[in-house]
């Protein structure tokens, strides 16, 4: 039997500037204790997938016109973004986005602001996962490498004690050893704790590499959806999304 879903997106449709049609009808489920990934190309709406699903679309103008969005059994479509991340729905948005001027340590705190008593645990658990941050947790992130960022970035997502943790292109910008070390971090999160993932990836056969199950989506709807194997090993997938070979 299928595992049940955590999170469930119902034929959704979102609308930025009250014109701009992006989602047209998309579903997608992410069921308890996989990794999901999310393909496609560019200007797909992979982003707005996840800007919906954590209730961010509001501060850009982007509503979320019909369908629904539940999460561990709750209708979470009206919801607002800091609810949401106390019921366990964290976004961990691409590297670049860690505080520059705040410590390592700082910005994992910063993280932790909706969990505060339990931070320190918290803390302790994600540097025991990232021996590289707990080295560096006195340094100002602004000066930490691109990998190193993307790392204090997931750290920063884990404080709030996700149930679900959503990632947006984790290996962007990054040399190929890092977006294999991401990867290697986020199934070893998965393995480890069971934390269940969607993750955003341009990488397709990385992803595909580490992930259970696999959604294909172009211009706001899924095309495509198999388990991981299977998506890695289709023809079509191969050809537009994998490259030759
Ligand atoms: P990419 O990989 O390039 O980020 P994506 O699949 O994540 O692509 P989205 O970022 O979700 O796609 O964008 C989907 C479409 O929505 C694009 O045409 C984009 O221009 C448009 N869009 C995204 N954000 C906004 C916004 N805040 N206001 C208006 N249009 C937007």
Redesign the pocket.
Known sequence: AAAPSLLSINNIEVI??EV?L?LRGLSLEVPKGQIVALL??????????L?AASGLLPS???EVTSGSISFAGEDITKMDAPERVKRGLSLCMEGRHVFPHLTVSDNLLAGGYTKAKEAGETLDFVYEFFPKLADMRARTAGFLSGGEQQMLAIGRALMSQPTLLML??PSLGLAPLLVEEIFATIAKLNADTGLTVLV?E?NARTALSVAHHGYI?EQ?RIMLEDEADALADNPDVKEFYLGVG
């Open positions: 930025y500037d701009i992006v496609g190309s560019n200007g797909a709406g992979k982003s707005t997938t800007k850009e103008q982007g947006d292109e955003i341009q989506m706001g």
